[in-house]
């Protein structure tokens, strides 16, 4: 009687998401933009608006804010999305940080 | 530099060959510098583990982005400078939105570089030795400056 030969299957690599611990997805992490001497008020605006996707006069108040108190808190997020903003204004230059939110 | 039109997805600018040549020398200029890296917190005991490091590594990857676009963008032969438009001299520079972005990013870049280098001055600051490297850091400031200006009133449709 003949035989067939069972094809090969390769088996499918086992994909471990890399898992962040449940806490990073609580949103309890403040965007904090500092203020710096070197970056232009219209840039830091344009900066808020392109991020965030604000209106004009969101993003200049809180441009203001960072000119005229030294800083301003943007968001408060999860650390993951916080994480993500600090990387996309960092892209632009801006000083700006997350920190964890303890009030 | 001028912009000469722009849709929803590119800005078309017309720029003199003496500006060409200058922003090319601000290119040159600009990349003799590199920012140190940014933290992520302020107070890194707050954040997950090996979050600060991946962070540190990912600003490397983009700072290398942002010199690499520079280089690319005025380059002679690069795709984003063309012939000027009819009755012009000089160059038509093509954009699309994104790289406007881009640029604005690596314009701030090495004016950020440079500020550093200058030891990180602000208005309280004594003036800053006159020595040929600290002039040429000041001039990649403020061409910096005026370039993003012009972006930026270009984006703003205030041109």
Sequence with gaps: ?103 | MQLLSQDSERLVFHLERSEVQLLRQLVRWGLTAERSAAALSRDPTSLPGGAAAEFTAAQGRRAGEHRAFLEQVFAPKGSHLQAPAAGRKGYGLTLTRPEVERLLQALNEIKLAHWERLGCPDEDTAEIAETPENRVSELVMELSNQAQSILLRALLNEE
């Design chain 1, 1 to 103: 009687m003949p035989t067939t030969v069972e094809p090969m299957t390769v088996p499918k690599p086992k994909i471990i998401p890399r898992e962040r611990p449940a806490a990073a997805r609580e949103p309890d992490y403040l965007v904090i933009c500092w203020n710096d001497p070197v970056n232009l008020m219209p840039y830091v605006t344009h900066v808020f608006q392109t991020v965030f996707g604000w209106a004009r006069a969101r993003a200049e108040k809180h441009m203001k804010e960072v000119h005229e108190q030294g800083k301003s808190v943007l968001i408060r997020e999860s650390f993951e999305r916080a994480e993500y903003f600090v990387h996309q204004l960092q892209a632009y230059g801006l000083t700006a940080t997350l920190e964890k939110d303890v009030g």
